[in-house]
């Protein structure tokens, strides 16, 4: 059983920055793909970006390429979401999630799930 938790989230002004950071534990963190999702209010959750195990491949939505980047540190436990130039339309909760699959960009396919860190991007 792997636990998530999120955190680096909160109230940012419209062009600035965030790092979110997801720390792992319970489970082996270097044996999963992991991935952020975002679901603003009334929304769908929405998949943002995944990385594989070691880290060597990484994919991020068109939506948020060139603002958001994934990255992870094995040694720590820990994925990350740097995301830059935040819009309003950013606003919402960050989840980050475990799988066991090589790699994944659909919900289903997550095995763990954080409770979400907020964020909210003021224009």
């Known amino acids: 059983q792997v636990q998530l938790i999120e955190s680096g989230g909160g109230l940012v002004q419209a062009g600035g920055s965030l790092t979110l950071s997801c720390a792992a534990s319970?489970?082996?963190?270097?044996?999963?793909?992991m991935g952020w999702f975002r679901q603003a209010p009334g929304e769908e959750r929405d998949f943002l970006a995944t990385?594989?195990?070691?880290?060597?491949?990484?994919y991020i939505v068109p939506s948020v390429e060139g603002r958001f980047t994934i990255s992870r540190d094995n040694a720590k436990n820990s994925v990350y979401l740097q995301m830059n130039s935040l819009k309003p339309e950013d606003t919402a909760v960050y989840y980050c999630?475990?799988?066991?699959?090589?790699?994944?960009?659909?919900?289903?396919?997550?095995?763990?799930w954080g409770q979400g860190t907020r964020v909210t991007v003021s224009s």
């Open positions: 319970g489970g082996t963190f270097s044996s999963y793909a």
């Open positions: 999630a475990a799988t066991r699959k090589f790699t994944a960009t659909l919900a289903y396919e997550y095995d763990y």
């Open positions: 990385i594989t195990v070691t880290g060597a491949i990484t």
